[in-house]
């Protein structure tokens, strides 16, 4: 289904953007607590085998989520969880990756495929005019910098339906993957992510398992990379240094994508757990995930089967992770490792991607 098509039918009412709303994020940071002394410490030996393109992420208890003044409501409060070991990709899936996946199942994406007007209509408000024979195409959201400052609650005014965009076209049908081979795969829906998944054996993290191998075995830092907020001179990953969405200073070197392995990797090694693409999760998005969830007791390898998002209530949302190359400080610093972010399985966008992960 193409949920993309049906919010930009209901005026974007529903969107979820990685960017949702405003906020001063120059609050000072909250005093951290050092009780994480446990993350990060082995709690069984690795295993003998090694996965190429993966690293093992021995596991253990942690703090996920935050209680600084940093976090959104969806990322409070704090709360200890336990995670057995697994691989984790050391990069987001790339073109290439995804191009092999393609080649051997001839897999079609939700971005090529064509909705229909009782898929888009089950999931938005009733009485929402049914969309133009025009808009009945197979396409997806492509992102387009404005000429100058906009009102950043409308969301319209920089993501444009776009026929004819999907991961072989990023922004548009004049578009291509020439020199984008190893950057990381674009416009894929949850449904993509997880058909290609099967197909490598290997399967999408829990946000609890994304969180632990972001944090890269740091103790309740705000960032991948530690304690320094980034800015529009100080550069730690992929995100967008200027003013959004109509000034990229670029000063990272890219407007959109990278490719992978750009910048440094986190603590274990992985790359791009901030920035570029957010990736998509197991878990259904849920905001009020973490109510009730700062006792004293571990959660063991939590998954959320279901959930409310609010800000696309008709669709049963799954997480994303990471933020991405549209993220700025200023506006809502989604890159951090605790923060999260909802969207319609059957959308896919210019700034969502994923990697996987894998069991022993
Ligand atoms: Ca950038």
């Not at 393109?53 to 021995?58: E, K, S, T």
């Not at 253990?60 to 990709?89: C, N, Q, Y």
């Not at 994508?257 to 849920?286: H, I, K």
């Amino acid at each position: 289904m193409k949920n993309n098509l049906g919010m930009l039918c209901a005026g974007l009412a529903a969107f979820a953007i990685a960017f949702a709303a405003t906020k001063v994020w120059d609050s000072p940071r909250a005093e951290r607590s050092v009780h994480d002394a446990t993350a990060n410490q082995p709690t069984a030996l690795p295993p003998a085998t090694t996965v190429p393109g993966m690293v093992w992420i021995h596991g253990g208890e942690f703090t996920m989520g935050t209680d600084s003044e940093l976090g959104w409501p969806d990322e409070k409060p704090a709360h200890r969880v336990r995670v057995d070991g697994f691989w984790i990709d050391e990069t987001e899936v790339t073109n290439s990756q995804f191009a092999a996946f393609v080649e051997a199942t001839k897999y079609l994406t939700t971005a090529e495929q064509t909705p229909s007007v009782e898929e888009i209509l089950a999931q938005v408000p009733p009485g929402t005019p049914a969309p133009s024979k025009d808009m009945l195409v197979a396409g997806s959201l492509v992102f387009t910098m404005t000429d100058g400052p906009v009102d950043l609650q409308n969301y319209s005014q920089w993501w444009k339906w776009t026929p004819g965009a999907n991961w072989k076209h990023p922004e548009g049908p004049e578009s291509n993957l020439d020199d984008r081979e190893q950057h990381p795969v674009v416009h894929v829906s949850w449904d993509d992510a997880v058909a290609f998944a099967k197909w490598a054996d290997k399967r999408l993290p829990s946000e609890a398992e994304w969180e632990f191998a972001a944090r890269g075995g740091l103790i309740e830092k705000p960032y991948v990379w530690g304690d320094d907020p980034p800015s529009d001179t100080r550069v730690f990953a992929n995100i967008w240094q200027g003013a959004f969405p109509h000034t990229n200073l670029k000063t990272d070197g890219f407007i959109r994508t990278a490719p992978v392995r750009s910048f440094q990797p986190n603590g274990f090694g992985l790359f791009d757990m901030a920035g570029n693409v957010w990736e998509w999760c197991a878990d259904a998005y849920d905001r009020d995930a973490y109510a009730g969830n700062n006792g004293l007791e571990a959660l063991s390898n939590p998954l959320v089967e279901s959930g409310f998002d609010p800000r696309n209530p008709r669709s049963a949302s799954r997480s994303q992770r990471g933020g991405s190359f549209l993220c700025n400080d200023r506006y809502c610093s989604r890159y951090r490792p605790s923060a999260r972010h909802g969207l319609s399985p059957d959308t896919g966008m210019s700034n969502v991607g994923f990697r996987c992960v894998k069991s022993p």
